[in-house]
């Protein structure tokens, strides 16, 4: 079994940064993949970033929030980072950490094998 925990979320102004922290624990194995989700209310859940065990700087972004938010991992202390700069109202969402045992970090939820309970992030104006 797996787990998954997220922190780092809360209620920041537009234009302030925030790090979202993803600590996995239990059977990961050691070549796993990391996603970041969102969603927001009322909308579709979607997909944020992710960061693939074989190339730990190949990840894909939505071309929305390059150049505004990072993903790291410190695979020592099973720790996936997502440092989110220059925040606006329209990142207001619950953001999710994801985790596939294929090592992939891919855009598509269904590749995820586990997920965390979230961790809400809200933007004002």
């Known amino acids: 079994q797996v787990q998954l925990v997220e922190s780092g979320g809360g209620l920041v102004q537009a234009g302030d940064s925030l790090r979202l922290s993803c600590v996995a624990s239990g059977r990961t194995g050691s070549k796993y993949g990391i996603g970041w989700f969102r969603q927001a209310p009322g909308k579709e859940r979607e997909f944020v970033v992710g960061?693939?065990?074989?190339?730990?700087?190949?990840?894909y972004y939505l071309d929305s929030l390059k150049g505004r938010f990072t993903i790291s991992r410190d695979n020592a202390q099973s720790v996936v980072y997502l440092q989110m700069n220059n925040l606006k109202p329209e990142d207001t969402a619950v953001y999710y950490c994801?985790?596939?045992?294929?090592?992939?970090?891919?855009?598509?939820?269904?590749?995820?094998?586990?997920w965390g309970q979230g961790t809400q992030v809200t933007v004002s104006s």
């Open positions: 960061i693939r065990w074989k190339d730990a700087n190949a990840y």
């Open positions: 994801a985790l596939d045992l294929d090592g992939l970090g891919s855009h598509v939820a269904g590749l995820y094998d586990y």
